[in-house]
DNA sequence: AGCACTTTGTTAATACACTTGACAAAGTAG
DNA sequence: CTACTTTGTCAAGTGTATTAACAAAGTGCT
């Protein structure tokens, strides 16, 4: 009711606003949409919808395909976007992988890469690894930088979008206010936007992922660090200075471990990747038999997932632990913000419910009874991809809006 | 970017949006606003305004009042809702008390009344009571229930709004779905908005208190329980049902006193106002010198602040612990949702910076250093006032709206 | 097979609501 | 007093929707 009306601030005129809204609504229709459902969902005669979805047609963005079969009259026409129309790319800097993918416009993945990748090596050196990393998976296509119409890129820091650049980025050492969607605009020669890859794993996950139509989620990506991205009310939500979501740092225990951040019992120090490692080392120093103790120097929490999932008990508990302490940091998400659904993502939780069941009993036990009930707590259904897919969503944002304006 | 154009769903004609939005952004313009003010704010020219502000003219709910001196130029006219218009009232049916507000159509208070009060009387007695307090109330000032229209009503439980009911709220026993907005419509024979309390306190202090016009706002109620309203990008936020915002059973310290939830360490077993007045006891029980054992068994946590404020030692040491461990729950808070300020409301806030400093300190030390500096720690400008300020706001929202309708 | 009914998509006339361009009104400055 | 500026209004023109009617593509029944 407050100010609903205020939010209708028009900087286009109205056909050009219903025209871009239809082409939302197309694209993020699974198995496309009749023009009779578009307007229902835009509030406008069949009339209107036909001038509008016949200028979109014109610029070969959308194509009526199959028919639907009629429950009684007419079939309707299904719209959905061209995929043939153009490609684009999203590249995930993360703290340690770097990932890009290739996709068409309708989203479908044509190549994708990972590497290993350092994002405290800095911008001009991770810069250069992204091109080329993109470059060469774009050769393997036989296509060029000129054949993507834009580009999405994350990074694991407060971003301030309209900017493109990040804001005291805790994690990324010399990245403060550097110019990288300039920077990258230059070297690539198409609009680049830039995000949190938090942010963007929440967007993959609602576009595409298993949040997707939800109206308020949360996804929580755990690596080395652990993070957030939420989605209220059908946006992003960053907060005032890009900053929402920061989870790692929520303190879970006064007197638990030493958190790199300088504060004790983060959750980040408690649950994410180096605590993995150290628990699952603590377990080994104190005699217990796991598959793990072959090479404890090199341990890594990927290794400990594996090892849960062919049944190493040490491994499984070590897991469990972890997924405790995250569910513990979930009971105040939880509370806060009242999500439909949390997906959790990242290369740990893609063991499944070994990771989830402890995170969901620690929720269910300690969050308010209104709350834990609405909650629907489930790993990623993008896998790895979660933030390179909110990427490919934001470079297509910015190329289907372009080519339809 | 996402959505943007979606979110333009228009269920009215596009002028009727124009109208409703012009008269919110009359209503909320701290003295008033112009037209050329307006045709910026809505993007539309002047000529367009000019019909727009002449149909809310006939509705004599706003008026043309002084003209601003110019820098140059005509001096503009500036315009503000017509106060005699209308009365309305907000009702705020809190835990222990009950305030009743009657206010004009320019959210100017003509009159209000607090008295002692208990939710868990269940809604026939309360309802009674706040009846009783509402008449009597308008009776001071020569009016009758016929006189207002419209009542904004809050309650200290999750709300559905749209059903105008709670949803299994924690501290309301025989609340629980029962038929809150209906039954006061029934009775006052008006038109009847139902809020959560710290949902209306976020809208009060929003519209007229500390955080005016904020854009990320959060209002901590600091009572028996603690809860917190949100407010997103020009909107409450309630999450998926209704419960967002639920602080008070956050864990601070798993192995902290036992909480009324069944849990240990919740903040509000550890700031709240049987908190607070436990730690006076206790160390009233070690023999410390402070006036507040002179009657420890009627002890209340408004003593406790009170002699904090007088410069009573001992009662300055247990509002600064309850602050830092508020504080520390605002940790999460603050870098889960990234605001620009955060208002502490409640009765033992009003002491001001006794309370607030440790919070403040607590959050610089504990968040992540964005979101701390980002973030303004505030008391209520409102007072005690919030939630029934935010009722007032929604009743205003109500009757404007429809008489410009 | 033909007809009645239903739902979907299109067309042209009409209605609505804004913009444009010009002018009036109310100030300041020289 | 004149020139200039900003604010507010008016009427003609423009943009974009709605309405009413019809065509199109099915199902179901006789």
Known sequence: MLSAYIRYLPSQNVKYVNKHAALDLIRFAPGGISRVALAQRLALTRAAVTSIVNDLIKTDLIRETKTRAPSNGR??????????????????????????IVANFGAQVLAEKEQPFKIADGPEECIRQADAALRSLLSTLGLGLSDLSAI?????????????????????????????????????????????????????????????????????????????????????????????GEIGHMTIDENGPLCACGNRGCLEALAGGRAIVNLARTAIQSGRRTELSANPESLTAMDVSNAAARGDLVAQEVLAEAGNQLGIALTSLVNLFNPNIVV??????????LFLEPIRKAVLKRSLPAAAHAVRITTSLLGKRSTGMGAVVQALSIALHKIAS
Chains 1, 2 share one sequence.
């Open 344 to 353: 959790v993502g990242g290369g740990v939780a893609q063991t499944g419910d």
């Open 152 to 244: 999405g890129a994350g990074v694991p820091g407060p971003t301030i979008a309209s900017e493109g650049m990040v804001l005291a980025p805790p994690i990324m050492p010399g990245w403060d206010r550097f110019p990288i969607r300039d920077t990258l605009e230059k070297l690539w020669g198409c609009p680049v936007s830039l995000n949190n890859d938090a942010e963007l794993g929440v967007l993959g996950e609602w576009a595409y992922g298993a949040g997707r139509g939800e109206q308020n989620l949360a996804y929580i990506k755990v690596g080395t660090g652990i993070g957030a991205g939420l989605f209220i009310d059908g946006q992003i939500y960053r907060g005032a200075t890009g900053s929402a």
């Open 75 to 100: 079939p309707p026409i299904i719209l959905e976007i061209n995929e043939e129309r153009g490609c684009v790319a999203g590249v995930d800097m993360g703290a340690s992988h770097l990932t890009v």
